[in-house]
């Protein structure tokens, strides 16, 4: 299935592209708790960035393996590199426009990060 999403303001657009039913995570971390985010990670390829690369900003922190993209507009992060997946890209699942209804939950313990890690790394695997 390929989705279309975006930041708030419209000025940041991506396409991704996933098979069904997907495999969403609801993690627990600070960042992710505060922010709202749903997590579909996906092979970097499968992620395509379809306008507004240079309305982007971007925040690393602690290990400086992750990169967060905000849009320097309206603040909102619609994608960013994970840390447990560096080769791919994981979609913010409430930016897309319309999300299929083949969808599985997966509580994810970030608060405790260094011990579920090995708990997402097959993500970006084929």
């Known amino acids: ?17 996933a098979e069904l039913p997907w495999e969403l995570e609801r993690c ?16 970097h390829q499968q992620f395509s960035l379809l306008q507004g690369e240079e309305n982007l900003t971007t925040y690393i922190f602690n290990s400086g393996v992750a990169k967060h993209f905000f849009c320097k507009t309206c603040g909102i ?13 994981d979609v913010n699942v ?11 939950f997966v509580e994810f ?5 260094e011990k579920n890690a090995h708990k997402l790394a097959h993500k970006t695997q084929s």
């Open 1 to 17: 299935m390929i989705a279309t999403g975006g930041c708030h303001c419209g000025a940041v657009r991506f396409q991704v592209e």
């Open 77 to 89: 992060k619609p994608f960013y590199v994970p840390r447990s997946n560096p080769d791919g890209m």
């Open 28 to 43: 627990n971390c600070s960042v992710c708790s505060k922010s709202g985010y749903l997590h579909l990670i996906v092979p």
């Open 109 to 113: 313990d970030g608060r405790n990060w």
């Open 94 to 104: 409430n930016c897309l426009d319309e999300v299929p209804t083949q969808v599985e």
